[in-house]
Structures are given as C-alpha cells and as structure tokens.
C-alpha cells in the first residue's frame, strides 16, 4: 500500500482496487455454487451458515449507529437496520432471507437458532461485530464498502442459481433482488464519507485495512464451507449435516 497521501480519486481507485483482488466473487466456492455444481444439501449449508452473518447485520449497524454523534449521519444509516429488520409496513432481508431457507427445506426454528453453523462462520462474523464496536467509526465505515461489489455477485447469483437449481425460483432469491438497489445506495453514501473523513495518510491507509478486514471476514466464511461441505468434507461435530452425507 502507498504510504503517500492520497487524492480523493485515489483512494476511491484503491478501494475498489481491494476488491477487484479480494471480493469473495473470486472464491471457488461461488464458482461451485453460480455453477450449479453444488448439491442441494451443500447450498443448504450455505445458505444456513449464511444466515449467522445476515442476522448480525443489523447488529453491526445499530453498533456502528450508536457511536455516531452526528443525527444526520445517524438518520441517514438506521435505514440500514430497517431495510434488514424491517418495519411494521414492509418486510426486511433477514425475513427475505428466510424466505430462501425455507424454500430450501430447512427448519426455520433450525435456521434461526444458529446452533448447528460452522464454528469458523461464528468466529467471523463475531470478529466483524468486535471490529465496528472496537476500531474507529471511520474504519466501521470504511468496513462496509464491500457493498461496492455486492451488486455484481447478486446478479451473477440470480441468473445462475435460477438456472442450474430446480429448488430454487424467484421468490426464493427476493433477498439479492432486493438488495441490487439497497447495495448501490448505500455503498455511494459509504463511500462519499470516507472519502471525505479520510483526510490524513495514517487515516486512508485505516480505512484501506479496514475494508482488507471486511473481506477477510467474507472469505474466510466460505474457506469454511468448502472444507466442510465440498472438500474434504470434514463437518465439525454438532453442525447442519446433509441427508446423505456431504
């Protein structure tokens, strides 16, 4: 990483620099499961283990929510938390999120009660909870720009799932339909405030750590999932096992 200040510009290049070589759109396992090669009892796994992580969104935001002393900004991010938690006139992602694991055949009480996820999903998604809790609001910020790629995995996801799966259909994946518009939104106004709160080289050089984390956090998840599930196939005692076997 340079250790130069950086212009606006620069940073922003940077940036998306960080995720056009760590994203998980790069992990084989998306590749598996885009693919169509995975069977239905692996992408059960997935989308169960990935339950932990979207339950813990709006977690992560009402965190970073409380450390901010500006309202503008405050009003502005708590519409993250509703457009996960929902309100009472309109659902949120973690029910669309649902919505897939029911289509999918899981136990919702299964699902929601996270018991049987993999260890290493519980340690990942935990050490992002800790790292927005803990780090500088600019960093906790800076952390959620991975929703600067998430656009493009969300499509890739839908056309390949909806193509290879006969499991799966439209309503199934209203979750990343949604999330499209959601995501581009809030990547922009993310974005516009490191950009203008990253003032010092010491500060960029954070928020570029930062976002290295977040993906991390991401990949990390699916390293778990594939030895688990794919390959070898070693599922740690206790967690969601397979009919049939993995």
Known sequence: MSRVRLTSDELEAALRAIGVERYHDKHPFHALLHGGKLRKGQVQAWAL????????????DAVLLSRMTDPVLRRAWRV??????????????????????????????????????LPATRFAVEAYV????????????????????????????IAGMLEHYDFIDEATLSYFSKRLDQ????????????????????AQQ???QAL????????????????????????PHGAFQ?????
């Open 49 to 60: 283990n990935r339950y932990c992580y979207q339950a813990h969104i709006p977690i992560k």
């Open 80 to 117: 993250r938390i509703e457009d996960h938690d929902g309100t009472l006139e309109r659902e949120g992602g973690t029910a669309r999120w649902l919505k897939l694991t029911d289509g999918l055949g899981l136990s919702r009480d299964d699902v929601v009660s996270m018991q049987r996820i």
């Open 130 to 157: 800790h790292f927005v809790a803990d780090r500088p609001l600019l960093e906790g910020i800076a952390s959620s720009l991975t929703e600067l790629f998430a656009p493009k995995i969300h499509r890739e996801r």
């Open 183 to 202: 995501a581009t939104r809030d990547a922009d106004f993310a974005l516009d405030y490191v950009k203008r709160e990253a003032r010092t080289t010491e």
């Open 206 to 208: 954070r928020v570029l």
């Open 212 to 235: 290295h984390f977040k993906c991390d956090v991401l990949w990390t998840q699916l390293d778990a999932l594939t030895y688990a599930y794919v390959d070898p196939g070693k599922v």
């Open 242 to 246: 397979p009919e049939g076997g993995v």
